[in-house]
């Protein structure tokens, strides 16, 4: 699984990116204007709080967890998180937790059904 939480935090990063940034070449750093233009509509409302929302509660938990688990490097995922957004802060994460389950020896039990 680190392969493919490693692999989902990069299209994480790609993805969104390749959207912000050609509009970033275009208005430059206008975060009046980004903020007007995301929210110009109930439905891109709706999203961007929905995202916002989902970063507050991912934050918690990777504090929350991080902690517990004492992972390190920590700052990566919020970090990710805060200048990309949930879909590269969680899989970041996950991929950080399954490094140290595996140099920890942790050996996860798959349920019986």
């Known amino acids: 699984m680190r392969v493919v939480y490693l692999a989902l935090a990069l299209a994480g990063l790609i993805l969104p990116y390749s959207q912000l940034l050609p509009w970033v070449a275009v208005n430059g750093l206008d975060l ?24 507050v509660v991912l934050l918690v938990f990777i ?16 970090a990710a998180t805060c200048l990309v957004g949930v879909s590269c802060g969680l899989p970041l994460f996950l991929y950080l937790r399954e490094r140290q389950d595996a140099r920890d020896g942790y050996q996860r039990r798959t349920p019986r059904l």
């Open 32 to 55: 009046p204007l980004l903020v007007r233009e995301l929210l110009a509509t109930r439905p891109g409302a709706f999203f961007a709080l929905d995202v916002l929302v989902s970063a």
């Open 63 to 78: 504090a929350h967890e991080g902690r517990a688990r004492a992972l390190r490097p920590l700052w990566l995922p919020v």
